[in-house]
C-alpha cells in the first residue's frame, strides 16, 4: 500500500498552541498497525518535533479516527487538557462532523434519515448491519441529503448522530447505495488507488480553550476527476 513520510504543509488546516487539524489523504493510516506503515500520528508528531525544535517525545493527541481509505479532517491535541476537554466533546456529541460520499446513480429519496443498528465482526473488520435492535449491535443514526449529480453518480451530504465503526460505509450498503471504490461493502469495483469515495468534509465545534466557534472545511482529493467534478457544492 502507500508508505507516507513527512507531513505535506498543505494538509495542515488549522494550528494553534492547543490543536493541529489535518486534511487526511486517502491510504493514509492514521495510528499504526500491523502493516508497519508509517502513520499520520507518527507524521504528526515528526512534524510538531521539527518546526518546535522539541527533544525526546512529543504529544499528539489523537481524538478521533476516520477510516485508512477515507480522506478528510482528523483533529489532533497538542496539549493533555485539550485532549480531555475534546474527547468530552466527542461523547457528548458537540463536534459536529459532516462528511460527503459519492455513489452510483440511484432511485432514492433526495434526503433521508437512516437508523440502522451495527454489530462490528472482528474477524473480517466489517461492520453487520441490522434493521432493528439486536444482541450487542449499536444503535446508528446519520442523515443524508443529495448535493450534486453527473452521468452516473451522485454526491452525498452525511451528517453524522452517532460514530460507530465504518457507520456511513454500512449505512449506505444497506440502503444498496455503497460508496464508489468500496469493495468491502458491495461496490462492484475498487479505485484503482485503494481509496473509496467518502470524505471527512467538515467539522464544527468550540474550541476547548479559546471558547470560539471553529469551522473548517477539506479540499476533495486532488487529481481525481470525480471529486474535481463535485468540488464546487
Not at 504543509?9 to 506503515?37: M, S
Not at 478528510?72 to 485539550?82: N, Q
Not at 460514530?163 to 461493502?185: N, W
Amino acid at each position: 500500500m502507500h508508505n507516507f513520510g513527512n507531513l505535506d504543509k498543505n494538509q495542515i488546516l488549522y494550528e494553534d498552541n492547543h490543536l493541529l487539524i489535518i486534511n487526511k489523504r486517502a491510504g493514509q493510516i492514521v495510528q499504526g498497525d500491523k502493516t508497519g506503515d508509517i502513520s499520520l500520528v507518527d507524521e504528526v508528531k515528526n512534524y510538531l518535533k521539527e518546526k518546535y525544535a522539541k527533544p525526546g517525545n512529543v504529544f499528539a493527541g489523537l481524538v478521533h479516527r476516520i477510516d485508512r481509505p477515507t480522506s478528510g479532517i482528523v483533529i489532533f491535541a497538542k496539549t493533555g487538557k485539550a485532549l480531555t476537554r475534546l474527547t468530552e466533546m466527542l461523547k457528548k456529541h458537540e463536534i459536529k462532523k459532516t462528511y460527503w460520499a459519492v455513489i452510483k446513480k440511484s432511485e432514492i429519496p433526495e434526503n433521508q434519515r437512516l437508523v440502522h443498528y451495527l454489530k462490528k465482526n472482528e474477524k473480517n473488520n466489517k461492520a453487520i448491519v441490522f434493521n432493528r435492535p439486536t444482541q450487542d449491535a449499536k444503535e446508528a443514526a446519520l442523515t443524508y441529503k443529495i448535493i450534486g449529480k453527473s452521468d452516473n453518480y451522485m454526491l452525498l451530504e452525511v451528517d453524522l448522530e452517532t460514530g460507530r465503526h465504518h457507520q456511513i460505509r454500512a449505512q449506505l450498503s444497506a440502503i444498496k447505495c455503497p460508496i464508489k471504490g468500496d469493495l468491502k461493502y458491495g461496490f462492484d469495483r475498487s479505485n484503482p488507488d485503494g481509496s473509496i469515495h467518502l470524505l471527512a468534509r467538515r467539522i464544527e465545534f468550540i474550541h476547548p480553550v479559546k471558547k470560539e466557534k471553529i469551522i473548517l472545511e477539506a479540499s476533495v482529493p486532488q487529481n481525481d476527476n470525480l471529486w474535481g467534478s463535485f468540488k464546487n457544492f
